[in-house]
């Protein structure tokens, strides 16, 4: 994807900006009227442009998981905007942003604390890097059974719900699911798409997701771990 591309998306009143950051990274701007929260801050000049652009003002930023490329921009923008900050340690709780309602999950697995963000009312799930564009993010510090919960979570909501990941891992993601099930044509249909709107591809339903991702179309988890270690080797 276009590095210098920032994609959009509106839900009504409601405008998600997908900001590449990094190499391969993804933060977002949830705004509404000139006022913004942001998803992950992997770096800060890329957000500080678009709040500058969009004369937004950056009211809290939610973080998914702890590592670098989800908040090497975190402490820059805080001290530079005095924004809130909330942490993935902090215990799951409903709140609401921008007038609308934020559920802070706890979803387990590529780390022992991630959160992802629910906004039931938007049909939106910034899902870090739990489900990233047709997979699923490695175990580095959670475990199987942790991650495994953490999809069937995500599973149960509805299917028209929009999926923001945190990275752009979808050509290697499809190559995966398509050697696992070569003849699904909505992987196929899936790959195909990225290459004329890789924003619409990247960034798909839960619907969607359920058709093309091989870790949402498995129900125990033997199966969901022998499918992470063949994508680990893939």
């Known amino acids: 994807m276009d590095p210098m591309n920032t994609?959009?998306?509106?839900?009504?009143?409601?405008?998600?900006?997908?900001?590449?950051?990094?190499?391969?990274?993804?933060?977002?701007?949830?705004?509404?009227?000139?006022?913004a929260v942001?998803?992950?801050?992997?770096?800060?000049?890329?957000?500080?442009?678009?709040?500058?652009?969009?004369?937004?003002?950056?009211?809290?930023?939610?973080?998914?998981?702890?590592?670098?490329?989800?908040?090497?921009?975190?402490?820059?923008?805080?001290?530079?905007?005095?924004?809130?900050?909330?942490?993935?340690?902090?215990?799951?709780?409903?709140?609401?942003?921008?007038?609308?309602?934020?559920?802070?999950?706890?979803?387990?697995?590529?780390?022992?604390?991630h959160k992802c963000y629910h906004f039931p009312e938007l049909e939106i799930l910034f899902a870090g890097d739990t489900l990233i564009n047709g997979a699923c993010g490695r175990l580095l510090g959670g475990t199987m059974e942790q991650l495994f919960g953490s999809f069937r979570w995500i599973a149960g909501l509805p299917d028209d719900t929009r999926v923001f990941?945190?990275?752009?891992?979808?050509?290697?993601?499809?190559?995966?699911?398509?050697?696992?099930?070569?003849?699904?044509?909505d992987v196929r249909e899936r790959l195909e798409l990225y290459r004329t709107d890789p924003a619409a591809a990247l960034f798909a339903t839960l619907g969607t997701e359920?058709?093309?991702?091989?870790?949402?179309?498995?129900d125990t988890l033997e199966a969901f771990a022998e499918l992470r270690r063949l994508k680990d080797c893939f």
């Not at 290697?172 to 044509?185: C, Y």
């Not at 359920?210 to 498995?218: C, E, G, M, S």
């Open 210 to 218: 359920k058709r093309t991702n091989p870790f949402l179309r498995v």
């Open 165 to 185: 990941g945190g990275h752009d891992y979808l050509i290697d993601n499809m190559k995966f699911a398509r050697s696992i099930e070569p003849d699904n044509g």
């Open 7 to 35: 994609s959009k998306f509106q839900f009504g009143p409601f405008e998600v900006l997908a900001v590449p950051v990094l190499r391969d990274n993804f933060v977002f701007l949830l705004c509404r009227e000139g006022r």
């Open 38 to 113: 942001l998803v992950d801050a992997g770096e800060a000049a890329p957000v500080l442009d678009c709040l500058k652009e969009g004369n937004l003002q950056l009211l809290e930023i939610l973080i998914t998981h702890t590592h670098p490329d989800h908040i090497g921009g975190c402490r820059s923008l805080q001290e530079r905007l005095g924004s809130l900050v909330f942490s993935p340690g902090v215990g799951e709780r409903d709140v609401e942003l921008l007038g609308s309602r934020c559920r802070a999950v706890s979803t387990p697995g590529h780390m022992a604390v």
